[in-house]
């Protein structure tokens, strides 16, 4: 019996101990301005996000599809590919 009340005792205090060091992390912030497709790139969004169409198109076609010259959006519309063109071995 002697020996519960100290295990006990440390145990409430390992499980307090993360509590209070996550209240002291800094808060990640999300924003959400930033440009989400490549169809963004030529709006000032895009552009001031990534400081040029060119370097946002770079960052946001890695992985894309940069063969196809027009492909369709979510509304079943033909669009010009922003993408198309792009060095596909070129790393952002």
């Not at 990534?50 to 198109?57: I, P, Q």
Request: include cysteine; glycine fraction near 8%.
């Amino acid at each position: 019996m002697i020996l519960v009340a100290p295990a006990l005792t440390l145990l409430a205090l390992l499980l307090t101990v993360p509590a209070v060091q996550a209240r002291d992390r800094p808060q990640v912030t999300v924003d959400v301005n930033r440009p989400r497709t490549p169809f963004d790139c030529d709006l000032p969004i895009g552009i001031k996000w990534y400081g040029s169409t060119g370097r946002c198109l770079q960052e946001l076609c890695a992985g894309q599809n940069i063969f196809n010259e027009t492909v369709f959006d979510g509304a079943g519309r033909r669009r010009k590919n922003p993408c198309y063109g792009q060095s596909p071995s070129e790393v952002p």
